[in-house]
């Protein structure tokens, strides 16, 4: 099956910092989307991006399909900002184990 | 618009009791959804039901879990007997379509002891 592999696992920022979050995955894909999971387990799903480039506010993706990785780019971090992001990917959405992002003040 | 609703919220129980899981999806919404998320993983799909027909169960252990969606509404997850390694958060989310739009509720942690 399709693997998926996150990074890095861990990232530790002060506030005002900007970050990459990259995403492989194994074979192609007609699916992906990023998550955060918030340090009290909600889990919001933020991007649909299967390719090209999306922007949210402060956040933004990119996915290159051909190549087989997506990038979730964090602008200006804020501490609310932290907690575990994932990408998962096809239908049945399969995980990524997710980069732990903390925000320090 | 209300979220996707889940009870309880906290359990504990012993290994070899029984548990049950309910989950409330976003009306309207067609495809839910039952993740098992184990600390520092990523969540791992259990079960998927179009309105209250299965699509997808092949990762669940079903020798000892089980799970409905009677009426495509409401769903229960029910775990008997459980094993230490039942410990996680089970997830419910709902979709309008299958595999886009999710919602997530907010997960019941299971502590079995």
Known sequence: GIQVEQSPPDLILQEGANSTLRCNFSDSVNNLQWFHQNPWGQLINLFYIPSGTKQNGRLSATTVATERYSLLYISSSQTTDSGVYFCAVDYQLIWGAGTKLIIKP | EAGVAQSPRYKIIEKRQSVA?????????????????????????????????????????????????????????????????????????????SGYGYTFGSGTRLTVV
């Open chain 2, 21 to 97: 899981f309910w989950c409330n999806p976003i009306s309207g919404h067609a495809t839910l959804y039952w993740y098992q998320q184990i600390l520092g993983q990523g969540p791992k799909l259990l079960i998927q039901f179009q309105n209250n027909g299965v699509v997808d169960d092949s990762q669940l252990p079903k020798d000892r879990f089980s799970a409905e969606r009677l009426k495509g509404v409401d769903s229960t997850l029910k775990i008997q007997p459980a094993k230490l390694e039942d410990s996680a958060v089970y997830l419910c989310a709902s979709s309008p379509i």
